[in-house]
């Protein structure tokens, strides 16, 4: 029977860093995708010839330099393009955009509010230092954040004494960020509206919470973690790998193999053999057994346990528990070939920011609408749809002249209230989104040459994705870091021996790209007698 | 107009028919301007700009505050000695300046800032600091009291998120006043005589930190014996519109005086000898401020910073009360380094361990010497300091070490400064 040291169910982007690492290790990998080609959520799709963009991914992001640096993914030729960080267009036909020198964006929020444009500077503060608090949580592998979050806090509470400054408004800060609303957090700094929208709307793309919902200014520290505090003061830029996320997967591919890995790709596992108290390989659907001295699940906490095994085979409580994890589907997906550039005429000619993404938005109550029509399962009335225009930047996804426009749409239900979606509903979807981009964009519905509608549930079949939820679990702090995917299993390690989790259902979850893959890695190397550094 | 602007049917469209009740008026007057985006403005410009940039001999140009402003505008020798010897006249705009007025515009300022106002007259300025609640500095300018409800602070940064939120429960209002006040800097020894060639009489008797409102060629112009050069000097502020024929007619008056335009570097320079923080700079202000220890508190910065812990409650005040008693970690010193060629100083040694940073540092040609402004730990001040310096040799680039000293004076603090009447002559 075919042998490996471990095996990588899932080719998504996590599952395929994590095997990167272990074939550098000298480990023989296997991984095995029931796709035909890599890349999972991340996918390069043809949506007409020549167009091409992720189909279920937005496509920006990009993976820390730790674990680009550590993959040497540079030499397989990985780029990533620096963008100014997004522009939020408003119905009324205000846009606001970022900029990442310190005096243009300043000027920018002094268009709404010169008060705001002041206050920005210890908004950037805040969302620095909570970055900074954060980064080495999410750095390494789950640590508990009682000792981490708040542990740290108390040595220099401390402290504080004898250094005569900061501390007692550091745990206020935390609390803050930890529990109240987006809204009410933004309040205590800003008095536009606009400007507060456009913060919120950026925080909120692929929550399942509202911003006006506790606990939802977490989110806004999100843009702020691949922040150098040292940058000109600006707001924070958007990290996009050059050729879309296409690219990405192309070099850890070419990494895995450099390394001696192997991909097979059409290859689905159903089932993992368990023996001896430990699992000791995989069955494909043809029926074919792979053995292997470790396996790793690129997929949902949800997927991996419980339809990979037999639930009898698995420990006392882990089907509850697993099953009590909250995932739930937020986000529609839009892809749009275009055979034209899209004007924007509100927004100023050659605005930079426009390359970062577009996010279409209302004021904040019409953000919490929404939110509350997704908690009633109603069809979207007035999404938050964010753009991301990748061709702009990068003319190589289109044929000359083209541009692929990937969409997401929030805030989207995988079910509806009177039932699954229905097609009638669908195109509905669609054409609520057409209107809102001609909105800013007029005439645009005339340069379609193709677009498709992907629905949660479409993810779901497709991907295999749970419930269409891009998070592969809510972000909440209850399911995060010691706490990811459920207490008791904070990690990539699961109860059962040899079977790891590298998907983002795993610690630190969705807010570090590839994070959780190469713990995964890093926690086998560890068991195994290798230390590496991920 | 060029022959290829020029239509043909131009002058039909001209004529206006003065009978005519309904004249013709040409719409695009009244469309409103779509305000331009902010990053196509690359220049940002004073009122002085135009006028400014017809001395710049160098083409050298910095940003301040946003602004485009000159950096040196003949050269920073011959500014120099214009500033020492006789006068310099500079475009200081870009410093921010806000306008405070109101019933409680006295308790609001009292509240904001460290120093006991009571006793500040109309027409005098003080210098001010104001910290947030920890007692951790966000600023420190000049604030003028223009009238018994109406003030005028003048800062290196913006402040007025912090102004507003400290004005709750205050009947004040509190303008922005930056792009519409005109500040113009004449610092040196004849700039009395200079300010008095210029028609303005009586100069000589404004005492220092006072003010006046004066009439200089008809143009309403405030005048104040201000200024960060440590020497002698005035600050006029005046309206937008008149200051570009205010700077020209100082600079008219002046020249025979030996008066000469400079630019940014020059004002830099003299704040370093003279040994004036800039906020920014040589601190950073705590909103701004993302690792904790980057924000620093009243006393270690200034020697003897005002605070009036005996006014009732200011902003910071409990905190300050607790700084005031133990002694600060570090302080912002002024040092002078080893060494006679110019160098760029960067971090200050103590028995080989990095006991501090340099915030700026020029060659001084007063001292001779290469100066700097740094932040050193306390416990490190009472011994040897060394600074590192670097320099570039064609394509070299070359570190030493240079022995420093702590300047127990600022580098330079003429005597002028404070002499009333003001010298007319040298």
């Known amino acids: 029977m075919e042998r490996h040291d471990a095996i990588v169910i899932g080719a998504g982007l996590n599952g395929l860093v994590a095997a990167a690492y272990l074939a550098r290790a000298g480990l023989s990998v296997l991984v095995l995708d029931r796709a035909s080609a890599p890349g999972g959520i991340a996918a390069e799709h043809e949506i007409a010839p020549g167009y091409r963009l992720p189909r279920f991914a937005l496509g920006s992001g990009g993976l820390p330099p730790r674990i680009a640096a550590g993959l040497d993914l540079p030499r397989h030729g990985l780029r990533f393009i620096r963008a100014e960080g997004g522009v939020t267009c408003f119905q009324d036909g205000s846009y606001h955009a970022n900029y990442r020198d310190g005096v243009v964006h300043r000027r920018e929020i002094a268009r709404f509010s010169r008060r705001d444009a002041d206050a920005f500077t210890r908004y950037r503060r805040d969302m620095l230092r909570a970055a900074r608090g954060l980064?080495?949580?999410?750095?390494?592998?789950?640590?508990?954040p009682a000792k981490g979050l708040f542990g740290g806090l108390r040595a220099r509470l401390s402290l504080a004494d004898s250094i005569a400054a900061i501390a007692p408004g550091d745990l206020r800060d935390m609390i803050r960020l930890w529990t109240l609303p987006a809204s009410d957090f933004l309040d205590a700094y800003f008095e536009s509206d606009a400007v507060k929208a456009h913060l919120a709307a950026a925080a909120m793309m692929g929550s399942t919470l509202g911003p006006c919902t506790p606990a939802s200014a977490s989110r806004l520290v999100l843009p702020w973690l691949s922040e150098s505090g040292d940058a000109s003061g600006g707001a924070p830029e958007t990290l996009m790998p050059f050729g879309g996320p296409a690219a990405l997967v192309d070099a850890l591919t070419s990494v895995i193999l450099a390394s001696g890995g192997r991909l097979r790709m059409e290859a689905e596992v159903t089932d993992i053999r368990i023996g001896d108290r430990k699992v000791q390989g995989v069955v494909l659907a043809n029926g074919e057994e792979i053995a292997a001295g470790a396996v790793l699940s690129g997929l949902d906490v949800k997927r991996s346990f419980l339809s990979l095994f037999q639930w009898k085979d698995l420990p006392e409580g882990l089907v509850e528990r697993v099953g009590r994890v909250r995932m739930k589907g937020v986000a529609?997906?839009?892809?749009?070939?275009?055979?034209?550039?899209?004007?924007?005429?509100?927004?100023?000619?050659?605005?930079?920011?426009?390359?970062?993404?577009?996010?279409?938005?209302?004021?904040?109550?019409?953000?919490?609408?929404?939110?509350?029509?997704?908690?009633?399962?109603?069809?979207?009335?007035?999404?938050?749809?964010?753009?991301?225009?990748?061709?702009?930047?990068?003319?190589?996804?289109?044929?000359?002249?083209?541009?692929?426009?990937?969409?997401?749409?929030?805030?989207?239900?995988?079910?509806?209230?009177?039932?699954?979606?229905?097609?009638?509903?669908?195109?509905?979807?669609?054409?609520?989104?057409?209107?809102?981009?001609?909105?800013?964009?007029?005439?645009?519905?005339?340069?379609?040459?193709?677009?498709?509608?992907?629905?949660?549930?479409?993810?779901?079949?497709?991907?295999?994705?749970?419930?269409?939820?891009?998070?592969?679990?809510?972000?909440?702090?209850?399911?995060?870091?010691?706490?990811?995917?459920?207490?008791?299993?904070?990690?990539?390690?699961?109860?059962?021996?040899?079977?790891?989790?590298?998907?983002?259902?795993?610690?630190?979850?969705?807010?570090?790209?590839?994070?959780?893959?190469?713990?995964?890695?890093?926690?086998?190397?560890?068991?195994?007698?290798?230390?590496?550094?991920? | 107009m060029t022959p290829d602007?020029?239509?043909?049917?131009?002058?039909?469209?001209?004529?206006?028919?003065?009978?005519?009740?309904?004249?013709?008026?040409?719409?695009?007057?009244?469309?409103?301007?779509?305000?331009?985006?902010?990053?196509?403005?690359?220049?940002?410009?004073?009122?002085?700009?135009?006028v400014t940039s017809a001395e710049s001999r160098t083409n050298r140009w910095t940003d301040w505050n946003g602004y485009t402003v000159p950096e040196v505008l003949t050269d920073l020798g011959d500014e120099y000695r214009a500033l020492r010897g006789t006068a310099a006249l500079a475009d200081h705009s870009p410093l921010v300046k806000y306008r405070i007025f109101g019933r409680d515009a006295l308790a609001f300022m009292q509240r904001l800032v460290t120093r006991d106002l009571a006793a500040l007259e109309v027409d005098t300025a003080v210098h001010v600091i104001f910290c947030e609640g920890s007692g951790l500095v966000l600023g420190d300018g000049l604030l003028f009291r223009l009238g018994d409800d109406e003030y005028r602070l003048v800062t290196e940064e913006t402040h007025l998120a912090w102004m507003m939120e400290s004005a709750q429960g205050f009947r004040v209002g509190i303008a922005d006043v930056t792009a519409t006040l005109a500040l113009l800097s004449l610092q040196g020894p004849l700039s009395a005589a200079c300010l008095n060639e210029a028609g303005v009489a009586n100069m000589d008797g404004l005492a220092p930190l006072a003010a006046r409102w004066v009439d200089i060629a008809g143009?309403?112009?405030?005048?104040?014996?201000?200024?960060?050069?440590?020497?002698?000097?005035?600050?006029?502020?005046?309206?937008?519109?008149?200051?570009?024929?205010?700077?020209?007619?100082?600079?008219?008056?002046?020249?025979?005086?030996?008066?000469?335009?400079?630019?940014?570097?020059?004002?830099?320079?003299?704040?370093?000898?003279?040994?004036?923080?800039?906020?920014?700079?040589?601190?950073?202000?705590a909103f701004a401020a993302v690792a904790s220890g980057d924000a620093s508190t009243p006393f270690e910065l200034w020697r003897s910073p005002p605070v009036a812990f005996g006014k009732t409650v200011f902003n910071g005040g409990r905190a300050l009360r607790a700084l005031a008693s133990a002694p600060p970690r570090r302080r912002l010193v002024a040092l002078v380094a080893d060494?006679?060629?110019?160098?760029?100083?960067?971090?200050?040694?103590?028995?080989?361990?990095?006991?501090?940073?340099?915030?700026?540092?020029?060659?001084?040609?007063?001292?001779?010497?290469?100066?700097?402004?740094?932040?050193?730990?306390?416990?490190?001040?009472?011994?040897?300091?060394?600074?590192?310096a670097s320099r570039h040799e064609g394509l070299a680039f070359r570190e030493t070490v240079l022995g420093a000293r702590v300047l127990p004076e600022p580098a330079w603090n003429s005597a002028r400064s404070l002499v009333l009447p003001a010298p007319l002559r040298p």
């Open chain 1, 135 to 144: 980064a080495p949580l999410l750095a390494g592998p789950a640590r508990n």
């Open chain 1, 332 to 534: 529609a997906k839009v892809n749009i070939a275009l055979d034209a550039t899209p004007g924007f005429p509100g927004l100023p000619e050659g605005c930079p920011s426009l390359g970062g993404g577009l996010r279409l938005a209302g004021p904040i109550p019409a953000m919490e609408r929404a939110w509350a029509d997704w908690r009633e399962r109603m069809p979207p009335r007035d999404p938050l749809v964010e753009v991301l225009i990748p061709s702009l930047l990068d003319p190589s996804l289109a044929p000359q002249g083209g541009q692929v426009l990937s969409a997401l749409v929030q805030y989207v239900p995988e079910a509806l209230h009177e039932g699954p979606w229905s097609p009638e509903r669908r195109d509905a979807l669609g054409d609520l989104v057409m209107a809102r981009l001609a909105g800013v964009s007029p005439g645009i519905e005339r340069h379609v040459v193709a677009l498709e509608v992907l629905l949660p549930n479409d993810v779901e079949n497709e991907i295999g994705l749970t419930g269409g939820d891009y998070a592969y679990g809510e972000t909440t702090l209850d399911q995060m870091f010691a706490n990811r995917p459920f207490p008791g299993m904070g990690g990539a390690e699961t109860p059962l021996r040899n079977f790891y989790l590298c998907s983002p259902s795993a610690h630190p979850g969705p807010l570090v790209m590839g994070g959780a893959g190469a713990n995964a890695a890093s926690t086998l190397l560890g068991r195994l007698g290798k230390a590496v550094r991920t």
């Open chain 2, 5 to 50: 602007t020029a239509h043909p049917n131009e002058s039909q469209d001209a004529e206006i028919d003065l009978g005519n009740e309904q004249a013709a008026v040409d719409p695009a007057l009244f469309e409103e301007m779509p305000p331009e985006p902010p990053f196509t403005r690359t220049v940002h410009t004073t009122p002085l700009h135009l």
């Open chain 2, 219 to 285: 143009m309403p112009v405030y005048v104040s014996r201000t200024g960060a050069s440590g020497d002698l000097g005035y600050e006029l502020w005046a309206d937008a519109e008149d200051a570009p024929h205010l700077w020209r007619h100082l600079m008219d008056k002046g020249a025979p005086h030996g008066l000469r335009p400079a630019g940014f570097a020059l004002r830099e320079l003299a704040r370093l000898e003279a040994g004036f923080p800039r906020g920014g700079k040589d601190y950073l202000s």
């Open chain 2, 339 to 388: 060494g006679l060629e110019p160098v760029s100083l960067s971090s200050v040694l103590s028995g080989g361990r990095m006991v501090g940073s340099v915030t700026t540092s020029a060659f001084s040609p007063a001292r001779g010497a290469n100066i700097a402004l740094a932040l050193v730990e306390a416990v490190a001040l009472n011994g040897e300091l060394a600074v590192t």
